[in-house]
C-alpha cells in the first residue's frame, strides 16, 4: 500500500515536497522496487514525471527537468519528490507507482495547485 502526501497549494516559483510511503512493505522488498510519480490534470491522460529505479537510474519528463527532483529512501521506504519553481502547468493530481516483478501499483494521489 502506497501513501502519498505533501500536496497543496502554491504560488507560482515556490516549492513543494511530495513523499510516498510503502509503509506495509518489507524493507527488503522496497530496495527492489523501482518508483515513479505521475501526474494528471483535469481533462488529460496520466503522464511520467519522474521516476528511478532499483538500481538508482533516475528518468524526468522533459518539462520537469531542471526543476524536480526524485529520490528513494530505501530505509525509510520512502520516495519523495522535490518540486521547485513550481508553474501553474505543473497544476495536476500526482500519483506514485511502486513496480516490482512487472507488478504496478499505484498511490492514492495528491492534488497540487499552482497559483498564478
Known amino acids: 500500500q502506497l501513501q502519498a502526501s505533501g500536496g497543496g497549494l502554491v504560488q507560482a516559483g515556490g516549492s513543494l515536497r511530495l513523499a510516498c510511503a510503502a509503509s506495509?512493505?518489507?524493507?527488503?522488498?522496497?530496495?527492489?522496487?523501482?518508483m515513479g510519480w505521475y501526474r494528471q490534470a483535469p481533462g488529460k491522460q496520466r503522464t511520467l514525471v519522474a521516476s528511478?529505479?532499483?538500481?538508482?537510474?533516475?528518468n524526468y519528463a522533459d518539462s520537469v527537468k531542471g526543476r524536480f527532483t526524485i529520490s528513494k529512501d530505501n530505509s525509510r521506504k520512502t520516495v519523495r519528490l522535490q518540486m521547485n519553481s513550481l508553474k501553474p502547468e505543473d497544476t495536476a493530481v500526482y500519483y506514485c507507482?511502486?513496480?516490482?516483478?512487472?507488478?504496478?501499483?499505484w498511490g492514492q494521489g495528491t492534488l497540487v495547485t499552482v497559483s498564478s
Open positions: 507507482k511502486a513496480t516490482l516483478n512487472h507488478q504496478d501499483s
Open positions: 506495509r512493505t518489507i524493507t527488503s522488498t522496497f530496495w527492489s522496487m523501482d
Open positions: 528511478i529505479s532499483s538500481g538508482g537510474d533516475i
